[in-house]
């Protein structure tokens, strides 16, 4: 059974500060990997993706992937109050297009 | 709007009763989800669509639960003689060839 694992949190940091979230996969094949910012009472929204090793980075947000140690990363620079939210790591492989999804990592950033 | 839609927003019934609820995707994604999300708790998938495939059935939790698509648009997810432990937000979602899956705002339901 494939198996997304996240650290449930809340992981506080403070205003300005780095946040890093992580997660850790079971499946060796899988291939393309997503992090959702999910606020309370909302649904889930896609935020970054990447299907590579390496670092991927798009505003304040950086994605890393490594493959070999099947775990995905999501930094958050320059950390705000309203990056405060669930972050959901989804993982799907090659051959099966649902998404996994982690039970997600609680960020609190405090002003 | 270009997102994912759903209706109704919340729905209140009562146990026993029948309910359906509608997901209409993103024009142009071939693939439609649906999850659900208990409170305070993780999605839980339920049925995928992938254009004119047989869906795979494999979250479903119980055969209360069956859902629909009518070729690459509209899907209805109906939950027969409701229970209690059936309330939870149902969320839809669609994607894109490439993977990419965006979510609709979710119909909260309360069985009473």
């Known amino acids: 059974q494939k198996e997304v694992e996240q650290n449930s949190g809340p992981l506080s940091v403070p205003e300005g500060a780095i946040a890093s979230l992580n997660c850790t996969y079971s499946?060796?094949?899988?291939?393309?990997f997503f992090w959702y910012r999910q606020y309370s009472g909302k649904s889930p929204e896609l935020i970054m993706f990447i299907y590579s090793n390496g670092d991927k980075e798009d505003g304040r947000f950086t994605a890393q992937l490594n493959k070999a140690s099947q775990y995905v990363s999501l930094l958050i620079r320059d950390s705000q109050p309203s990056d405060s939210a669930t972050y959901l790591c989804a993982v799907t492989n090659s051959g099966y297009s649902t998404l996994t999804f982690g039970k997600g990592t609680m960020l609190l950033v405090s002003p | 709007g270009a997102g994912v839609s759903q209706s109704p927003s919340n729905k209140v019934t009562e146990k026993g009763k029948d309910v359906e609820l509608r997901c209409d995707p993103i024009?142009?994604?071939?693939?439609l989800y649906w999850y659900r999300q208990s409170l305070g708790q993780g999605l839980e998938f339920l049925i995928y669509f992938q254009g004119n495939s047989a869906p795979d059935k494999s979250g479903l939790p119980s055969d209360r639960f069956s859902a629909e698509r009518t070729g690459e648009s509209v899907s209805t997810l109906t939950i027969q003689r409701t229970q209690q432990e059936d309330s939870a937000v149902y969320l839809c979602?669609?994607?894109?060839?490439?993977?990419?899956?965006?979510f609709g705002p979710g119909t909260r339901l309360t069985v009473t």
């Open positions: 979602a669609s994607s894109t060839r490439t993977g990419l899956m965006y």
């Open positions: 024009s142009g994604h071939t693939a």
């Open positions: 499946d060796r094949g899988s291939q393309s």
